[in-house]
């Protein structure tokens, strides 16, 4: 079952953001509402699938020298295409996430997978290995966006769909939806996985 | 932004109201990375500061002179990041050849800088704000001037943070630094609608 090992080892075991530690800026910045954080995350893991699976494809016919800038390109290709995309259909997702979308590009989780996974292995492994990478990310981003959400508004809204409201009885910390605490609840996410999944 | 800004509104939001690390969220990756002694931090913010500056002045031209008149705006994600990445290789054996002292000093740091997502955002949002060549200059160092000030404060205390033996243990390393960073990022919050922007 190794393809199932594949799939599994980004979600918990290596998860990028709180095990490896890359990509934070994403996370940290578009994680102040959990609407914000699962549609970056969405955006994100279509990228980072997609480009595994060219990169996979190609790489019998890759020069060693120029891998590089060719999986930049690849990269870069596919952001356009999420950029354009969210562009057309969710106006106010574009305007939130702003600068971000083209930042996937430098998103290190994204050319760490390429070069350290999709490089050396199969299509299909590499597929798996986007997914279970990419699942990883949503989980911790949209974790952290609602944390922040539910302590700083006092609801969670995924697209439209309300689903936890503390009511009006709830006085919201405003500071988690501010910049600090982004860096607070990441802290305390990372504390945890290491008091309690770490082997 | 507009272009009616004096100069010094640019530097001092840029620097402080805005600034990257901690209120922007971007360049974490050196920012937790490389801020483990005082002056290897400020290396690092020196030749972010130059970098910087040198890509966002080319990208800009790059933008209005070819990718604009050319319609071929969909290509700005793609050339800008090769631009960089192209930019900080030629920069790094120009260097080695024939500024040795100043390669000695911030040389290893270059190769950390072309994944810097910092030096791409702004290259973009130079871009996006509209503003004038002069002006992204003078917004480019500011951002940069800005993340200096902010690797130099947290390597400072993080060096004083090595020392402490009441940390939990599951807070030590990056947990408690991420902490220090958001009792950081409530400070620099205070600079916040100083002038409105």
Redesign the interface.
């Known amino acids: 079952m190794s393809l199932w090992k594949d799939f599994t080892t980004g979600i918990i075991k290596e998860n990028p953001v709180i095990v490896l530690?890359?990509g934070?800026?994403p996370t940290?910045?578009v994680s102040s509402s959990a609407n914000d954080a699962f549609g970056m995350g969405i955006a994100a893991t279509f990228v980072l699938i997609a480009s595994n699976i060219i990169v996979s494809m190609v790489r019998n016919h890759t020069p060693d020298a120029i891998r590089?800038?060719i999986f930049?390109?690849i990269i870069?290709?596919f952001?356009?295409i999420v950029?354009?995309v969210i562009h057309a259909f969710d106006m106010e997702l574009y305007a939130s996430l702003g600068?971000f979308i083209?930042?996937i590009?430098?998103?290190?989780i994204i050319?760490g997978r390429a070069e350290a996974y999709a490089y050396k292995n199969n299509v299909i492994s590499s597929t798996m290995d986007g997914l279970g990478m990419g699942l990883g990310f949503i989980l911790i981003i949209t974790l952290l966006g609602a944390i922040r959400e539910i302590i700083g508004n006092g609801t969670v809204t995924i697209f439209n769909y309300q689903l936890l409201n503390l009511g009006a009885g709830y006085q919201p910390a405003l500071?988690f939806i501010?910049?600090?605490?982004?860096?607070?609840t990441?802290?305390?996410l990372?504390?945890?996985q290491?008091?309690w999944l770490k082997k | 932004m507009s272009n009616e800004l004096t100069w010094y509104m640019i530097l001092l939001s840029s620097i402080l109201i805005n600034n990257i690390v901690l209120i922007r969220f971007l360049a974490l990756c050196s920012f937790f990375g490389v801020s483990n002694e005082i002056e290897t931090s400020i290396g690092m913010g020196m030749a972010v500061i130059f970098v910087m500056t040198l890509a966002s002045a080319s990208t800009w031209i790059l933008w209005y002179a070819l990718l604009l008149p050319l319609h071929l705006e969909y290509l700005r994600t793609a050339v800008f990041i090769l631009v960089i990445a192209g930019l900080v290789q030629f920069v790094e054996m120009y260097m080695k050849k024939a500024l040795k002292s100043l390669y000695n000093a911030m040389g290893i740091y270059l190769p950390l800088i072309t994944t810097n997502c910092a030096v791409l955002a702004i290259a973009l949002l130079n871009i996006d704000y509209g503003l004038g060549f002069v002006n992204s200059i003078i917004y480019t160092v500011g951002v940069a001037v800005g993340y200096t000030v902010a690797i130099i404060l947290f390597a400072a205390i993080k060096e004083r943070i090595a020392l402490s033996t009441t940390i939990p243990a599951s807070f030590r390393g990056h947990p408690i630094g991420f902490i220090t960073a958001a009792l950081m990022s409530m400070a620099f919050l205070g600079f916040s609608h100083l002038f409105g922007l």
């Open positions: 530690m890359i934070l800026c940290l910045a590089i800038p930049i390109v870069s290709t952001v356009t950029d354009y600068v083209p930042l590009v430098v998103n290190c050319l500071m501010m910049p600090p605490g982004a860096f607070l990441i802290a305390f990372m504390a945890a290491n008091k």
